[in-house]
């Protein structure tokens, strides 16, 4: 891609994405997200009621009268993008791809933190890391996150979601908020990675779609490639059977993704390529902050 056309690209991300940012997370943001250590504060004087175990002994020793540590909770939050880049996201049949909206999504969550003030990064994988920009805060930062969504190609088609999220383990060692955004179109089994993950981070995973995925359309004896394994197969579409076939797979890796990611206690935001995805985005926010 053209340097000037890319820098095009990315203002037009840009433009759409911030003010939707501003406009979704504007009071939920925070509230959906609490910050998960405990920071030290102050020291005052102990107080009748004051929890005993919490008397800073050096200060009260130097006093010569009891003082108390003061902790509060954590604000400042760093969010890491788990971002699946590989072939099977470049489908889409209407509005847009897996790919574009996975773009906009994870614009869309870089403007949310810096606006917060918080560091954000990304893993981008396939069946390997493809590449990965640790955390950090501004809106130069965010603006690099964004090119590398519309330039980055993956070397590899394939989506390996257990190494990706023991990748992050171990590179993302303090606390963190995490979104998992892939389609999940895999029969590999991620259930331990992913209940490790959720274990030390708050974890949510975000799965993007195109309806057309879920069935095949009768249109007699074509060609069909994976675009993982970018294997050709000849399938007769007439054949009910194997309509239906296709279709009760489909179904069963949604029921493997809802059951891993249930177990684990992680939430999941679902998204079509053809729906706008503002609303679901506000309501999964909302949900985060009434649980809190």
């Not at 504007?26 to 609490?34: L, P, R, V």
């Not at 920071?39 to 009260?60: K, Q």
């Not at 699946?84 to 909206?101: A, H, M, Q």
Request: glycine residues 4%; positive net charge; without cysteine.
């Amino acid at each position: 891609m053209e340097t000037s056309e890319l820098i095009k690209k990315v203002r037009k991300v840009e433009i759409k994405t911030k003010g939707i940012s501003k406009q979704m997370f504007s009071g939920n943001y925070h509230s959906a997200f609490k910050g998960r250590g405990i920071a030290f504060s102050e020291v005052r004087e102990y107080n009748v009621g004051d929890d005993i175990r919490t008397i800073d002994w050096n200060v009260t020793a130097r006093s010569n009268s009891p003082h108390i540590k003061i902790f509060e909770e954590e604000r400042e939050l760093t969010v890491v993008l788990l971002i699946d880049i590989s072939g099977s996201e470049n489908f889409g049949t209407k509005v847009s791809s897996k790919r574009d909206l996975i773009t906009e999504i994870s614009a869309i969550l870089s403007f949310a933190a810096i606006q917060n003030n918080d560091k954000i990064g990304v893993i981008f994988f396939s069946d390997k890391i493809e590449k990965f920009i640790p955390p950090k805060k501004g809106k130069s930062h965010t603006l690099r996150i964004i090119r590398e969504l519309l330039e980055l190609e993956p070397t590899s088609t394939k989506t390996d979601l257990a190494m990706a999220l023991k990748y992050f383990k171990n590179v993302i060692t303090k606390s963190s908020i995490v979104f998992l955004i892939s389609d999940f179109v895999t029969d590999a089994d991620y259930q331990k990675e992913m209940s490790l993950v959720s274990k030390r981070h708050d974890a949510v995973g975000i799965k993007v779609f195109d309806i057309k995925e879920y069935a095949i359309p009768n249109i007699g004896i074509v060609y069909f490639r994976d675009p993982e394994t970018r294997k050709t197969k000849l399938i007769d579409t007439s054949d009910k059977s194997t309509r239906n076939a296709y279709a009760e797979y489909q179904a069963n890796l949604d029921t493997k993704t809802n059951k891993i990611l249930r177990s684990a206690k992680v939430d999941l935001i679902r998204l079509r390529t053809d729906e706008s995805y503002v609303n679901p985005l506000i309501n999964f926010f909302k949900s985060r902050d009434k649980k809190y």
